[in-house]
């Protein structure tokens, strides 16, 4: 039995090695050409590590927040900072915007391994492990961004969350919205799922709830307090920034704009989006509550679904957010196929129509993101539905290894 587990792990490491070098190669390919001109919007290799090189002055050292602006929250500025530091440790005199993309390539090949190995001691099943070890959002986003930080966080809540440990998976969704902001919407679910624990006493389960709020507090504030009262304005950047964005041209609210059937300005976007997300996850919550009232917490992957197409703001690396989620939650296996196919599409024709802005060619139009991001949305609505209507996975129920 050991050695058959073993042969697993090695194949589906061995898979996940050879998916992150694919990732690496899909940036690192217009490495001769600097990440400048149309070519990276042309063959989809742009990469945010080699302008933040240069424009976050990390190839001089200078320290986030203190030292320089930094449009992330506090431990996303941590994971670039260090990133820097091994860039120029290890190449010297030779660092450069290629060799940080190289060292977030592997920080996050690295994310993307515990991932994995999380979910093989979990107990997941085979075909979703190898969905997560041969993972295409890896080899779109691997070198992209810094999302896998948030991203294991989040994953290693729910997995808190399935041992009934949710103090603990409190404490690490908190430190996931102070990587990326998404996690944020788990802690609710995780307060419900203690105030509604199956068995306990009305006292115990408001132990546990109040618990769970301070360890949430208590770890979100450990990490942001210092950087907040040290640099107040460099670290509310990150919060102002996003509140002012007025929109990406993927969004549901751009694509609406670009066809004729919404037009708005930054704070009219602010207040729909704010209200169609909130009423929209009132409902998956409600109507999710009679196949998942003793673990609400799963209903965090539909709930962040109907985030990404309510928000005014979707980079295309946010699709990495939702895949891992999807793989451990999702009842069935065909709507991530077709979100896959989405997210590939909209990945290529929003980077096209970049391309086209600088008059290069093959470039797509408004319409042609229309209908890429209609079919991802298409996908992302069956996944809803599939996630408040159907019983979650087998290997979600069982008891946990």
Request: hydrophobic share 55%.
């Amino acid at each position: 039995m050991i050695q058959r587990i073993d042969g697993r792990a090695r194949a589906l490491a061995l898979g996940m090695a050879l998916t992150c070098l694919l990732g690496w190669v899909f940036k690192a390919h217009c490495m001769p050409h600097g990440w400048s001109g149309a070519i990276q919007y042309i063959s989809g290799c742009y990469s945010d590590a080699p302008p933040f090189w240069v424009e976050r002055h990390v190839g001089e050292g200078r320290i986030p927040y203190f030292q320089t602006p930094m449009e992330y929250p506090v431990l996303t500025g941590l994971q670039i900072w260090i990133e820097g530091v091994l860039a120029r440790g290890l190449f010297g005199a030779g660092a450069d915007g290629a060799t940080f993309l190289a060292m977030v390539s592997l920080g996050n090949a690295l994310l993307a391994g515990l991932i994995l190995a999380m979910f093989v001691r979990g107990g997941m099943d085979r075909v979703r492990l190898w969905l997560w070890a041969c993972a295409p959002p890896l080899i779109l986003y691997l070198g992209h961004n810094w999302d896998l930080g948030a991203v294991t966080l989040a994953v290693a809540a729910m997995l808190a969350a399935r041992r009934q440990r949710l103090v603990l998976a409190a404490a690490f969704a908190a430190l996931g919205a102070a990587a990326k902001l998404f996690p944020v919407l788990l802690l609710p679910l995780i307060e419900l799922a203690a105030l509604t624990a199956p068995g306990q006493a009305w006292r115990t389960r408001m132990t546990t709830a109040v618990r769970c709020v301070l360890a949430a507090i208590g770890a979100w504030a450990a990490v942001n307090l210092p950087v907040a009262l040290a640099a107040p304005e460099n670290w509310s950047e990150f919060y102002r920034f996003s509140e002012a964005r007025a929109g990406t041209v993927a969004s549901t609210w751009s694509v609406l704009s670009d066809q004729g059937v919404w037009v708005s300005d930054t704070a009219q976007r602010n207040l729909a989006a704010s209200i169609a997300f909130l009423l929209g996850a009132a409902a998956i919550v409600v109507i999710g509550w009679r196949k998942h009232r003793e673990r609400p917490w799963v209903l965090f992957t539909p709930v962040l679904a109907w985030f990404l197409l309510t928000n005014k703001v979707w980079s295309p690396q946010f699709d990495l957010w939702l895949y891992p989620l999807l793989v451990m939650t999702s009842p069935r296996l065909a709507p991530i196929a077709l979100f896959v196919i989405g997210d590939i599409a909209a990945y290529v024709t929003e980077f096209w129509w970049l391309a086209g802005l600088a008059n290069a060619w093959p470039y797509a139009t408004q319409h042609d993101i229309f209908l890429a991001t209609s079919l991802r949305g298409v996908a992302m609505l069956w996944l809803i539905a599939d996630a408040v209507r159907l019983p979650a996975p087998a290997w979600i129920t069982r008891a946990p290894v």
